[in-house]
């Protein structure tokens, strides 16, 4: 199973910014295209960004672009997303997730099409 660790979620008044982690122990996260996902009370678990595994192009979806940033760090085998100005919407339980097929081609596909999921990391963002 390819399952990562979440870390860096918290509390967090809107407008502030929280850095989530996303690390494993088991196999290098180069060689993955990994994505994030987040799981709001009562909601289904939606797609928030991706990262290739070449040319670290990424895709972001539209409620989070421009305030959220996914990088790698090789060294460290971490995956990052940087999350700024957030709002209360942004609140949930965040989750990364990688698939041997997956390719991270302008989109993220249906959490459906991922097979292992960690705790995840949870997001509170609230005044």
């Known amino acids: 199973q390819l399952q990562l660790v979440e870390s860096g979620g918290g509390l967090v008044q809107p407008g502030g910014s929280l850095r989530l982690s996303c690390t494993t122990s088991?196999?290098?996260?180069?060689?993955?295209?990994i994505a994030w996902f987040r799981q709001a009370p009562g909601k289904e678990r939606e797609g928030v960004s991706c990262i290739s595994r070449n040319d670290g192009a990424t895709y972001y979806t539209d409620s989070v672009k421009g305030r959220f940033t996914i990088s790698r760090d090789n060294a460290k085998n971490t995956v990052y997303l940087q999350m700024n100005s957030l709002k209360p919407e942004d609140t949930g339980n965040y989750y990364c997730?990688?698939?041997?097929?997956?390719?991270?081609?302008?989109?993220?596909?249906?959490?459906?099409?991922?097979?292992?999921w960690g705790q995840g990391t949870r997001v509170t963002v609230s005044s």
């Open positions: 997730t990688t698939d041997r097929h997956f390719h991270c081609s302008g989109y993220v596909p249906n959490w459906i099409y991922f097979a292992s």
């Open positions: 088991a196999f290098t996260l180069d060689s993955h295209a």
